[in-house]
């Protein structure tokens, strides 16, 4: 008799570029919430798809529990700008943060399936980003499922 032993990983990792040049590189969570929810969509469930991210000046580092930002910067939760494409098993979701949004000291991230409230899939935080109000961010965020 033959043991199988198959275990499902989901792995997250993002860059975050600064006006056109990379400043972070940096590994994230998948907390217990987003886990939930993709083992829900593979039975149907009608929760949306994951659309927005939002950042944040959290310091605290990330944990399976969490489902929201710490500190949320007001007004950045911000739709993808490209639709999610998936390759495989890793699915890549990007947004550009325009002149004005998500300004500040930024030291946290998020990808949620809702413009406010809804079910956050991944968190991370990372060494501080001064993104000014005239500077453009991109995430680009991936996420794996080996």
């Known amino acids: 008799m033959s043991n199988v032993n198959e275990q499902l ?3 997250g990792h993002l860059q975050i570029c600064l006006n056109d040049k990379l400043v972070r ?3 994230n969570l998948v907390v217990t919430a987003g886990k939930v929810f993709v083992a ?3 039975i149907g469930t009608s929760a949306g798809v994951m659309s927005h991210m939002e950042v944040g000046t959290g310091t605290t580092n990330p944990a399976a529990g969490n489902t929201a930002l ?4 007001s007004s950045s ?3 993808f700008t490209t639709s999610a494409a998936v390759s495989g098993a890793v699915v890549t979701y990007v947004t550009a ?4 949004v ?13 413009s406010s409230g809804g079910t956050m899939l991944c968190r991370t935080e990372f ?3 001064n993104k000014g109000s005239a500077d453009t961010m991109t995430i680009t965020w991936t996420v794996t499922v080996s």
């Open 127 to 129: 060494d501080v980003v």
């Open 102 to 114: 998500g300004t500040g000291a930024l030291t946290e991230a998020g990808i949620f399936n809702a």
């Open 77 to 79: 939760r911000t739709a």
């Open 70 to 73: 710490e500190s949320v910067v």
């Open 97 to 100: 943060f325009g002149a004005g």
């Open 25 to 27: 590189d940096i590994p």
């Open 9 to 11: 990983e989901i792995t």
């Open 40 to 42: 829900a969509r593979m």
